[in-house]
């Protein structure tokens, strides 16, 4: 089994990568950010609070995310391996998912960390929030909150696994293709 960090800033291109990374490798892409978009299309209770802290660029409560993770781990019990896109996002997720992968006789194999510049981020995002229908894409506000929301909570979960030499920087200003082949050459040190 593998199982994958793809780790980085807001459009850093971890949705982008992860669509190749999962068609290469069979893996399971669990992104915590589409499930809480579910959530939302679906308007369930979980949706409605999640899209009001989302708006604001703000992370949603670490219990809300895991109990996502735990049950997409559960609801997949066959998987070769699983890629996770935006989670974890804090050190408390980060611990949470070590103890998910240890119940199942896994871990965390590799952090694959996207380094992008800040403009280009935000470039990046307010183009995507002229098409995605995404409101936390569309106001350049809330999109630099999310970056410092990074900043604050996430860009310590690159700390806590470099403890254990799982952390790999990968450059993600370029073509998709060229970042895509920087990332698979990572991957393929590991066998399946
Ligand atoms: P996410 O859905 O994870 O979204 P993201 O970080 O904004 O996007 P991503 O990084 O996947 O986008 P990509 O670069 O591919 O999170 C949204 C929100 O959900 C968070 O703010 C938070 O509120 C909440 N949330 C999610 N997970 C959580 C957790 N674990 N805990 C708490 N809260 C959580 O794409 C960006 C754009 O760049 C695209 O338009 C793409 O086309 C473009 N792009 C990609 N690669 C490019 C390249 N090489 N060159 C040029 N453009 C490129």
């Known amino acids: 089994m ?9 459009g850093s291109g971890k949705g982008t990568q992860s669509e ?50 735990s049950s997409a781990l559960e609801a997949n019990p066959t998987a070769n391996g699983f890629l996770f896109d935006g989670f974890p996002r804090t050190e408390a997720q ?12 896994t871990e965390i194999a590799l952090v694959l960390s996207l380094e992008v510049s800040e403009e280009e981020l935000v470039k990046r995002l307010l183009q995507r929030g002229l098409t995605s229908g995404r409101s936390d894409d569309t106001n350049e506000n809330v999109i630099r909150a999310r970056i410092v929301e990074y ?3 996430t860009s310590v979960v690159a700390d806590y696994y470099k403890k254990f030499d799982k952390v790999k920087n990968i450059k993600g200003e370029g073509t998709v ?16």
């Open 177 to 192: 293709d060229e970042i895509f082949n920087a990332l698979s050459e990572e991957v393929n040190k590991f066998s399946l």
């Open 94 to 105: 980060s611990i949470a998912l070590d103890g998910l992968l240890e119940l199942k006789n």
């Open 20 to 69: 190749k990374l999962i068609a290469q490798y069979g893996l399971k892409h669990l992104s915590t950010g589409d499930l809480l978009r579910s959530e939302i299309a679906a308007q369930t209770p979980l949706g409605i609070e999640a899209k009001a802290i989302m708006d604001k660029g703000h992370l949603v409560p670490d219990e809300v995310v895991i109990g996502m993770i």
């Open 2 to 10: 593998l199982n994958i960090i793809l780790f980085g800033p807001p």
């Open 151 to 153: 900043h604050k909570k």
